[in-house]
């Protein structure tokens, strides 16, 4: 069965530090592949997407992923976290033609200590 | 002008009521979703319309039952609402996503059944 694992419930880190939350997926093909941001009290905002292409992607926000195959792997990563990147981060991935069905990680809740 | 708007944001109700929540997206979109997020902040889909028609449905107790009457709204109306139904249920929409996955959410409705 198609699968996203995020290993990390929580993970803090002090403001300035860089940052990389991990994914992990299991399926066979290829598939399209998200990093979303939801802040207290609100909604799904995209931060970044492969489809194909270049592996490192850049997305808003100053976040960047990287695509490895070979792990089945999409981890997030910025280099210098600031206060306000405090949220909950969804791993998710989805499959050519199936109307949109998004698969989600179970989640990374992002503490920022000052 | 927000996006992907729902409505209410915040339900309380008692058991065995019947409720609906309404979406409406404003950015022209063909496909329309809803997700529902647990407590544990567990995503999973529960529908997915296109041009008004159902194209996902998950396994969902018939309780709830989507309705599209044009393609900016879908709306939730659930029956007889029990214990397990309280939950935050985000609207979502999408163009390119519907074969891709990349999606535009609302800021959640939190229903909690008492």
């Known amino acids: 069965a198609q699968s996203v694992t995020q290993p990390d419930i929580h993970i803090t880190v002090s403001e300035g530090a860089s940052l990389e939350l991990r994914c992990n997926y299991s399926y066979g093909a290829t598939p399209y592949l998200f990093w979303y941001v939801q802040s207290p009290g609100q909604g799904l905002q995209l931060l970044l997407k492969y489809f194909s292409g270049d592996t490192l992607v850049q997305g808003i926000k100053g976040f960047e992923a990287e695509f490895k195959r070979s792990q089945s792997s999409f981890n997030l990563r910025k280099p210098s976290v600031h206060w306000s990147d405090a949220a909950e981060y969804f791993c998710?991935?989805?499959?050519?033609?199936?109307?949109?069905?998004?698969?989600f990680g179970q989640g990374t809740e992002l503490s920022v200590k000052p | 002008d927000t996006a992907v708007s729902q409505t209410p944001k915040y339900l309380v109700t008692q058991m065995g009521n019947d409720k609906s929540i309404k979406c409406e997206q404003n950015?022209?979109?063909?496909?329309m979703y809803w997700y529902k997020q647990d407590s544990k902040k567990f995503l999973k889909i529960m529908f997915s319309y296109n041009n008004k028609e159902l194209i996902i449905n998950e396994t969902v107790p018939n309780r709830f039952s989507p309705k599209s009457p044009d393609k900016a709204h879908l709306n939730l109306h659930i029956n007889s609402l029990e214990l397990g139904d309280s939950a935050v249920y985000f609207c979502a929409s999408s163009q390119e996503g519907f074969n891709t996955g990349e999606l535009f959410f609302g800021e959640g409705s939190r229903l909690t059944v008492l």
């Open positions: 950015l022209g979109h063909d496909t």
């Open positions: 998710a991935v989805a499959f050519y033609n199936q109307g949109g069905k998004l698969i």
